[in-house]
């Protein structure tokens, strides 16, 4: 406690006890620092009167980092230093940066780890210095930690602290990431200076920060799903069949979409090996490469030395036995040198008996686990920990892929803080090394700025403490709205909370009508406040949007048809105003066509003949494995078809987010299905059409219920009572499923719509009696 209040006296005296005035472009630079360092703080006196100093041989990142010191000094204490590269002779004191002769000189030993930095002072001179990219993250060390400097966002200026008397305080230290690799999949992330003053370490070609600012461990070029770009068909296929899968006693021609490589054929390893060398030569500071499954479920090959490892260790040991080999026969020339290799959908789990290699590196992207629970801390989720204690048994380098945002639809308010913030230690605690945040991408998306600045804090330094560094952002970022934003946030905050202390099975989170109102509320006070401030205002009007998603996502009920039409005018106008271009995972225009859809299911009755005036009808389905297509004999002119014979199983999905917030909780309906069957010749004999299973995530699958067709069908389009239906947790997510019957792959069903007639409106009693009950 004593250093602590050292260093706070320190600071106080020399930047302010108070905020100064707002910067409109950037924000404020305030006294309480969120990454203020620990220690005793060393005060450097003459400042004006020092030089920057380089080696003789100096690195892009030495003298890069050297002028960027250059530059913010001099906007901090209004005075230039100048650079001067060794032997040159210096008069007075010098800051030196990197391994210099002078750091040698006075016993100082950089830290050797790849990113570690350090801060020394030894007879007035500050040292910055460290591991081959150690000097700017001194740097920017030196700049954020000690002298309050920040870019919060990347639309905004960097904020940058005036000092006006001659001293510089600095808290001697050393420091390397845990993390080696460092992405938050943000927009902002996307812009190289940002990412690169907040030292991130991208491995994705989003975040591409140059060499000289600190990047370039990896090569960008080759992230993940790269055998399709390592041995392309096209190249090979034609007179190196044998490179390729076996498949039903024939080589298989793979595609990214369609098929892997054959992972045991030591020629495969060559080709990879000569091609990455290549790449190594062009861009010998780069470490990480990818040796990584096509991204698609057909991964099997079924010549002999390939299936001994499958039937012994599953894919995960195929793929992982290629990746060493690769690893192996790169090490002997380049001993540095790290491949990456996906755990994902059919790799997920560790084998048991092939060993990840010293220069392989498991990067796990946990998807089947986490799109069930997307709102848990990692740990919480029993398969994820299992999985990933597994492979740190197994493994000394693990990179973690998270899905850590909604990123299929419009942005609406995701509170994901509190659910990161409960996986850090645990993370650390399984050898992870490397962290790539899969959050809201290159769109637009809730409190995206903020994400994008507190993950890149957390994923530099995980101790940080994440209330402090919402408050900073808040404080800094809303200016004259942050009390009004810190309360939004919070709010946000309280509904996780409240989820993630009382969930039940397959629940999700969702913000009831209280907390929705007191959000606007909350964001209607924060636009007052700026006003006349257009920076700060849009800002504001930038999570308003968000707030306006999250009411346009509920499908309006006929009496809010007006409030909603409202809403949806407004979001028009805001995603024109502030130049909205991509939501998360779409484009603006896609969003509005969304909402507009769902105007329609209140104004229009969706357009179908219902049984009831109470009815509610939803008319397409999402379609993974199958087609929305027209039919003439539907009631709108198109439905959905699925083949037979299995292959598009579970390909037809009624998402439960269709129809939920349309039907009454506690209230009995009757779910009935239109649909015809398609038959290439006309059966003989009667059967089953179709089945449709209820999936909920979290819970898994239930009983099917199913269609018929008789014998000599004629094709048309028929009603089936499936079920009846009452929903008892509004929270619950998940989708019913459509599974083909007695059909042939040259058959087909065809789904013309869903209906949920309220049971006191249906008139067969003896049918509703029959009917199971479903409680989601």
């Known amino acids: 406690m004593r250093q602590f209040k050292t260093v706070c006296l320190s600071l106080s005296i020399l930047i302010g006890l108070s905020c100064p005035r707002p910067l409109q472009a950037g924000g404020t630079v305030c006294s309480t620092s969120a990454l203020r360092p620990v220690g005793d703080a060393v005060v450097i006196d003459g400042l004006k009167g020092f030089s920057i100093l380089v080696p003789k041989i100096a690195t892009e990142q030495e003298r890069y980092g050297a002028n960027m010191l250059a530059d913010y000094l001099e906007r901090i204490f209004k005075a230039r230093l100048p650079v001067v590269q060794e032997p040159q002779p210096v008069k007075g004191k010098v800051i030196s940066v990197g391994d210099t002769a002078k750091a040698l000189a006075a016993g100082i030993s950089p830290d050797p780890r790849e990113q570690a930095y350090k801060l020394a002072v030894v007879s007035g001179n500050l040292y910055v210095l460290g591991g081959k990219r150690g000097p700017i993250y001194g740097v920017i060390a030196l700049l954020e930690e000690d002298l309050g400097c920040r870019w919060y966002a990347a639309i905004a200026k960097p904020v940058v602290p005036t000092i006006s008397i001659d001293k510089l305080p600095v808290v001697p230290r050393s420091y390397s990431p845990p993390f080696e690799i460092r992405e938050p999949y943000y927009s902002d992330a996307f812009f190289a200076s940002w990412a690169a003053f907040n030292r991130l370490q991208p491995i994705s070609p989003w975040s591409a920060i140059p060499t000289e600012t600190g990047g370039g461990l990896a090569n960008l070029a080759y992230f993940i799903h ?3 770009q390592l041995v392309p068909a096209d190249k090979y296929f034609a007179k190196h069949p044998e490179y390729f899968p076996l498949r039903e006693g024939h080589r298989h021609r793979s595609s990214p ?58 894919l995960s040991g195929a793929q992982l036995y290629l990746a060493n080999e690769v690893a192996n026969k790169l090490a002997v020339k380049h001993p540095d040198i790290k491949i990456t290799t996906l ?33 848990l801390p990692i740990g919480d989720i029993k398969e994820i920990a299992e999985e990933l204690a597994g492979w740190h048994r197994i493994a000394s380098n693990i990179y973690l892929w998270d899905y850590v945002e909604r990123y299929d639809g419009p942005a609406v308010p995701y509170p994901n803080f509190d659910m990161l913030e409960g996986g850090w230690q645990f993370l650390l ?87 929705i109102e007191q959000m606007y509320k909350l964001l209607d006070k924060a636009e007052t406040r700026c006003e006349g401030q257009a920076d700060y205002c849009s800002r504001v009007e930038r999570e308003r949007l968000t707030l306006l998603s999250l009411s346009l996502a509920k499908h309006p009920r006929r009496a809010a048809v007006a409030s909603y039409a409202m809403r949806l005018k407004e979001a028009e106008a805001l995603i024109a105003k502030l130049k909205v271009k991509r939501f998360e995972g779409i484009t603006a225009e896609t969003g509005i066509e969304q909402w507009r859809e769902k105007l329609k299911y209140g104004t229009e009755g969706n ?22 297509l027209p039919d003439a004999t539907a009631a709108l002119g198109h439905a959905t078809r699925q083949i037979g014979g299995g292959s598009a199983d579970w390909g037809v999905q009624w998402e439960y987010g269709s129809f939920f917030d349309l039907l009454d909780p506690g209230k009995t309906y009757i779910v009935r299905m239109r649909a015809r069957p398609e038959f290439k010749s006309s059966p003989q004999k009667p059967g089953t059409l179709f089945s449709v299973g209820c999936y909920t995530f ?32 509004p929270g619950t997510s998940g989708y ?41």
């Open 226 to 228: 790269t055998y399709q």
């Open 257 to 314: 979409t369609d098929g892997q490589l054959c992972y045991t054929n030591p020629d495969v390893v060559k080709v990879i090996a000569e091609t990455l060398e290549a790449e190594i030569a062009k861009k010998p500071g780069t470490r990480i490469y990818s040796v990584s499954a096509n991204d698609n479920v057909y991964s099997d090959c079924k010549c002999p030395s390939c299936q001994k490892i499958i039937q012994a260790d599953g």
């Open 343 to 375: 755990a994902y959908v059919g790799s997920q789990k560790p084998p048991k008996t092939v060993k990840v290699g010293p220069n392989t590196v498991i990067f796990y992207a946990p998807i089947r686990h986490r799109g069930n629970f997307p709102m």
């Open 429 to 515: 605690a399984n050898g992870v090394s490397g962290v790539f945040l899969e959050g809201g991408g290159d769109g637009h998306d809730s409190l995206g700025e903020l994400k994008s600045w507190l993950y890149a804090k957390k994923l530099w330094n995980p101790q940080w403490k994440q209330d402090a560094l919402i408050e900073e952002f808040i404080a800094s970022y809303y200016g004259p709205a942050a009390s009004e934003m810190a309360e939004y946030v919070a709010c946000q905050r309280r509904v996780w909370s409240d989820y993630y202390h009382h969930r039940k099975p397959g629940d999700s989170l969702r913000f009831d009508g209280k907390s």
């Open 607 to 628: 357009g179908l003949p219902q049984y009831s005036k109470n009815s509610i009808t939803v008319k397409k389905a999402a379609c993974p494995i199958a087609q929305y």
């Open 698 to 729: 979290g819970v898994g699958g239930s009983q099917s219920f199913s269609g018929k067709f008789s014998s000599h069908d004629d094709g048309k389009y028929r009603w089936t009572e499936l079920f009846k239906l009452r929903i008892v947790n």
């Open 736 to 776: 019913f499923y459509c599974v083909s019957g007695n059909l042939t792959r040259d058959d087909a069903i065809w789904y013309d719509y869903l209906e949920f007639v309220p049971e006191d409106e249906f008139q067969d009693s003896k049918v509703a009696a029959k009917l199971p009950l479903v409680k989601l």
